[in-house]
């Protein structure tokens, strides 16, 4: 009789839950490293913050806002801040009621600036040592980004739409009235001399009248763009005698204007700064369009109404659309020339 086999059935082996539990477990690892860096990095913020206005108190500038805390967590640093003040030892700064700052935490060195409810410009004093007091600012948007923190030069950007400029002594206008979109960007150069390119359009824009954009607007709205590249950059700080003293200059400027149905562009390969702040340097004028461009340039007070006599064989009455009126200008000892003829004086920056 054979022996009865008993099958013994082996235990199953338990799977392991480690493939469950390591991706969580790592996760969490993760999201706690990274929530010790971002707490971190937000105290920074903070810190730096209160030691540059420090910094800035001691060197003569009115530093002020009201208490904040970096918000944002998990992925954004963002700062809510109140009743900005920064006045620099010269009188001009600004304040700015309520000002949002924000930037990735995964790129710090960029960081997005929105002015909520407008701001004032406090534009220091005039030649004449009177103070010019303050211009109100608003908009629909007002957004200034700054990237390259650590770089000695940072790149800019602006913007402003359905801008408005109000002054706060009419006796000491503004260039500008208002604007339907403003723009801006500086830009360093790649050559890693201290020299920056910028660009600057104005786009159904009004300006004061008794101001040099005024005067080439003739009243009615304009469309503008500037743009060149400014040496000694890191020494324009609104101090525009301190920028000329350094050796302050824009090269390789472009411009244009588009006022009814005139249209203007100029070039320039370096315009500069006198003692007394006038325009020294060459420009290119053409003004293309219908009309007399003699009533233009006289309006515009690049030429004088005591040279018009003269003036007037160098530039001639009339024009026609395809038929632009050229002219050479240069700015030199407080006036403008053409040719060797002295027909206004030369614009002067303030």
Same mark, same amino acid.
Request: net charge positive; hydrophobic share 45%; proline share 5%.
């Given at each position: ?26 996760? !969490?690892?993760?999201?706690?490293? @990274? ?12 810190? =730096? ?31 809510? !801040? ?31 600036? /929105? ?33 390259? @923190? ?34 801006? =960007? ?9 020299? /920056? ?52 200059? /824009?090269?390789? /400027? ?17 315009? !500069? ?11 290119? !004028? ?63 920056? =303030?």
């Amino acid at each position: 009789m054979a022996e009865n086999q008993v099958d013994v059935a082996k235990p199953k082996k338990k799977h392991s839950r480690l493939g469950l539990f390591l991706p969580i477990g790592l996760f !969490l690892i993760g999201a706690l490293l @990274w929530s010790g860096y971002w707490f971190y990095t937000a105290h920074q913020i903070e810190t =730096r913050l209160a030691e540059q206005a420090k910094t800035l108190t001691s060197k003569g500038y009115q530093v002020a806002h009201a208490p904040f805390r970096v918000q944002g967590y998990p992925f954004r640093m963002f700062l809510q !801040l109140k009743d900005v003040r920064l006045i620099a030892p010269n009188g001009k700064g600004l304040a700015v009621p309520a000002l949002e700052a924000e930037a990735s935490a995964f790129a710090l060195d960029k960081w997005m600036f /929105v002015a909520t409810k407008g701001l004032t410009l406090y534009r220091g004093k005039g030649s004449d040592q009177s103070d010019l007091g303050q211009v109100a600012v608003t908009g629909d948007a007002l957004r200034v980004s700054v990237s390259g @923190w650590t770089q000695p030069l940072q790149t800019i950007g602006l913007e402003g739409l359905n801008a408005t400029f109000t002054p706060s002594k009419p006796e000491h206008p503004f260039v500008l009235q208002s604007a339907q979109r403003l723009e801006g =960007r500086v830009t360093p150069t790649k050559d890693g001399v201290d020299t /920056v390119d910028f660009i600057w359009r104005a786009s159904g824009a009004q300006a004061h009248p008794q101001s040099l954009l005024g005067r080439l607007g003739q009243g009615q709205n304009f469309d503008m763009a500037f743009q060149g590249r400014m040496a000694q950059a890191s020494k324009f700080r609104g101090d525009l005698n301190g920028w000329r003293e350094a050796g302050g200059a /824009v090269r390789q /400027v472009q411009a244009s204007l588009h006022v009814g149905e005139l249209e203007v562009f100029g070039r320039s390969e370096a315009l !500069l700064l006198d003692p007394n702040l006038a325009l020294s340097g060459p420009l290119g !004028l053409e003004v293309k369009g219908t009309g007399d461009p003699f009533a233009f340039l006289l309006g515009a007070g690049l030429i004088s109404a005591e040279y018009e006599p003269l003036a007037r064989a160098f530039v001639g009455t009339k024009m026609t659309a395809d038929k632009p009126v050229k002219l050479d200008f240069v700015f030199r000892d407080g006036g403008a020339y053409v040719g060797p003829l002295r027909v206004a004086s030369a614009p002067v920056i =303030r």
